[in-house]
Antibody
Framework: QVQLQQWGAGLLKPSETLSLTCAVS????????WSWIRQPPGKGLEWIGE???????NNNPSLKSRVTISLDTSKNHFSLKLSSVTAADTAVYYC?????????WGQGTLVTVSS | QSVLTQPPSVSAAPGQKVTISCSGS????????VSWYQQLPGTAPKLLIY???KRPSGIPDRFSASKSGTSATLGITGLQTGDEADYYC????????????FGGGTKLTVL
């Protein structure tokens, strides 16, 4: 059974860099696309970006310049960095495998940006 | 504002049927497969439908979906109180470059 376990700092100050990691167990990174999605409190889902097993990335145009998604196949995990955060980046962040068939989600991490 | 438009809320009684619409454009729904997700309170979203109308293993056939042109529809029959959740559509948008978009979400209330 594929499981995604994510972790990272939950409280940041404005201008800091958000950093989250998602570890995959029960399966390999190979052959799939790995996404990050976020959900501000009380609001809808927003796709942040994805990386495939070979390391090619594709990001939301609205966040593109601040987002870095990377892969570590030796550790079977992938990571998100979002630079220069503001209060508007406060959200629950999810990692996910694919967005269609064979889709799995992490448990979510609440990241709060506050001075 | 979401690229994909969903009604903010729908409601129906237990045992009844409800439909949730998702309206887009030629650059997204019109040219790509649509997925649907269910998000129960306090939990991660769960895939209900992929490739417009296919159900992953374990999803009951009470959940169905269709696509026509630039719109998609999720249908739920035999409503149960456990179906109370937020529902999201999602698909690729090809403009200006390929990126995934979600609808704004629809809150289903089972009265």
């Amino acid at each position: 059974q594929v499981q995604l376990q994510q972790w990272g700092a939950g409280l940041l100050k404005p201008s800091e860099t958000l950093s989250l990691t998602c570890a995959v167990s029960g399966g390999s990174l190979s052959g799939y696309h790995w996404s990050w999605i976020r959900q501000p409190p009380g609001k809808g889902l927003e796709w942040i970006g994805e990386i495939n097993h070979s390391g090619s990335t594709n990001n939301n145009p609205s966040l593109k310049s601040r987002v870095t998604i990377s892969l570590d196949t030796s550790k079977n995990h992938f990571s998100l960095k979002l630079s220069s955060v503001t209060a508007a980046d406060t959200a629950v962040y999810y990692c996910a495998r694919g967005l269609a068939i064979e889709n799995y989600w992490g448990q979510g991490t609440l990241v709060t940006v506050s001075s | 504002q979401s690229v994909l438009t969903q009604p903010p809320s729908v409601s129906a009684a237990p045992g009844q049927k409800v439909t949730i619409s998702c309206s887009g454009s030629s650059s997204n729904i019109g040219n790509n497969y649509v997925s649907w997700y269910q998000q129960l309170p306090g939990t991660a979203p769960k895939l209900l439908i992929y490739e417009n109308n296919k159900r992953p293993s374990g999803i009951p056939d009470r959940f169905s979906a269709s696509k026509s042109g630039t719109s998609a529809t999720l249908g739920i029959t035999g409503l149960q109180t456990g179906d109370e959740a937020d529902y999201y559509c999602g698909t690729w948008d090809d403009s200006p470059s390929a990126h995934w978009v979600f609808g704004g979400g629809t809150k289903l209330t089972v009265l």
